[in-house]
């Protein structure tokens, strides 16, 4: 079984993944670790930075400070989850893309490559309502979707 975890570094998308990775060694499965990053993202957390500091001037030097982080960020739980695998003798890759969330998930999960989709049931922000991406790509994924609680 191959299994994709969309992973947006929040606690609910690391608890997806340990989830995903106890499955894929019980079954004998492979997990692809995969997260999209949005620059606009980026954009909109410069533009208010420079609003709250009354430095718009400065706001593109925000923008690639704050990508840079977002990028090194993600990064690093990857690499934490793929020692976690390694640890656990689970075969498991991952993947980061730029580029539109919705879009870029479900073109991946749509790929035909996976059994499976598991995802955490809320986003970074950590909202008590379901995450707005979750609401937006989970009726449109081909493959059955685990939400992770």
């Known amino acids: 079984m191959r299994i994709l975890v969309l992973v947006d570094g929040s606690k609910w998308s ?11 060694k019980k ?6 670790l995969f997260s999209v990053l ?9 533009f208010n ?5 009354q430095d718009l001037k400065n706001v ?5 400070e704050i990508w840079r982080e977002m990028k090194k960020s993600i990064r690093d739980i990857m ?6 695998c390694h ?9 980061i893309v730029e580029g539109n969330a919705k879009e870029k998930i479900l073109e991946e999960a749509n790929s035909g490559k996976y ?16 995450g707005s991406l979750l609401e937006e790509v989970v009726g449109s994924i081909e493959p059955p979707v685990m939400i992770v609680r």
Do not use: P, W
């Open 14 to 24: 690391q608890k997806a993944a340990l989830h995903a990775i106890s499955m894929a």
């Open 49 to 53: 930075m420079g609003m709250l500091s």
């Open 79 to 84: 690499t934490n989850l793929l020692e976690l």
């Open 115 to 130: 059994g499976l989709v598991v995802m955490g049931a809320y986003g970074r922000s950590g909202k008590t309502r379901i």
């Open 60 to 64: 593109q030097k925000f923008e690639e």
């Open 27 to 32: 079954k004998k499965g492979k997990v692809t």
């Open 38 to 46: 949005d620059r606009r993202e980026a954009k909109a957390l410069a």
């Open 87 to 95: 640890q656990e003798e689970v075969n498991c890759s991952f993947r």
